[in-house]
């Protein structure tokens, strides 16, 4: 039996990115009741407008996520795809490319998702919250540290949570580890031929869709769903 999302209020934090945007166009379709927050992007942000709420909101900021919370009632789901590959072009940009990461991609993240927990287990829901990490966080790319160090501390700690918060209400917390997407981040990069060298050596049939990436978020937001403290890595076996 597959249950309805239909007019469950879900949060999808960092929502209006390329892989956001997609799962929040699936999920609308099912009548979920969303909420949106985007950082700096309005434009973009608005294209999303017919189907979600839209806030501002800066994760890194306490009082920010507090105000991105408020606006839900009954909160039921979280889904954070807040994040930033902060690419270290120059050596001298290490280090302060290393605290940006570390705020935008695991500090952030995890408050917000610490927080929401709480809020659910306060009001007695049994809910689903879904992170966003990276393949990176899994496999060793070279220059990669910034970025990936903080989505597999990202990782870590979300399994944690997951642990902290199982039981009655229920809520779960799993990750969705996406591969080379063709959108959002990834785009420039792959529209660049950056990833060409995997098609051609058949390391992976196609580069991933936005579309992969939110059937993964939608079967984690299930509401009989079974699953808790997961990471799922959605490459097309790149990683492998
Ligand atoms: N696309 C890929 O191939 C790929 C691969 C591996 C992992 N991922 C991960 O998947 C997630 C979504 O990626 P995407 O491709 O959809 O990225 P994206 O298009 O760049 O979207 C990122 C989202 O995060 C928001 N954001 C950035 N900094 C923020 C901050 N400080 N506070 C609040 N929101 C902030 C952006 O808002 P504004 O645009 O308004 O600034 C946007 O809504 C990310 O966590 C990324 O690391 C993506």
């Known amino acids: 039996m597959r249950e309805t999302l239909a007019r469950q209020t879900i949060i999808l934090a960092g ?5 956001g945007s997609a799962s929040a166009r699936l999920l609308a379709e099912e009548d979920a009741h969303l909420i949106i927050s985007y950082h700096s992007n309005r434009d973009r942000a608005e ?27 009954s909160l039921y789901g979280l889904v954070v795809f ?17 605290h ?13 998702a610490k927080e929401a927990a709480e809020r659910m287990k306060a009001e007695g829901i049994s809910g689903s ?15 990669s540290a910034a970025y990936a160090g903080a989505k597999a501390a990202l990782q870590h700690a979300a399994r944690i949570l997951a642990k902290e918060y199982r039981g009655r209400p229920n809520i779960r917390i799993n990750v969705i580890s996406p591969g080379v997407t063709a959108a959002g981040m990834a785009e420039a990069s792959i529209a660049a031929g950056k990833y060409d060298h995997y098609l051609e ?22 509401p009989d769903n079974y699953i808790t403290g997961q990471v799922l890595t959605v490459d097309g076996g790149l990683t492998l």
Request: charged fraction near 20%.
């Open 82 to 98: 807040t994040g930033d590959p902060c690419r270290v072009k120059d050596p001298q940009e290490l280090e302060p490319k290393m």
């Open 100 to 112: 940006e990461s570390y705020e935008v991609n695991y500090l952030g993240p995890y408050l917000l």
């Open 129 to 143: 919250i879904v992170l966003f990490s990276t393949m990176q966080a899994n496999a060793l790319f070279p220059g």
């Open 201 to 222: 050596t058949g390391i992976i049939p196609r580069f991933g869709r936005a579309l992969d990436i939110a059937r993964a978020v939608r079967f984690f937001l299930e």
């Open 15 to 19: 929502g209006s990115g390329g892989l």
């Open 47 to 73: 294209e999303l407008s017919e189907i979600a709420t839209l806030v501002q909101a800066d994760l890194t900021s306490a009082s920010d996520r507090q105000r991105l919370l408020n606006t839900a009632d």
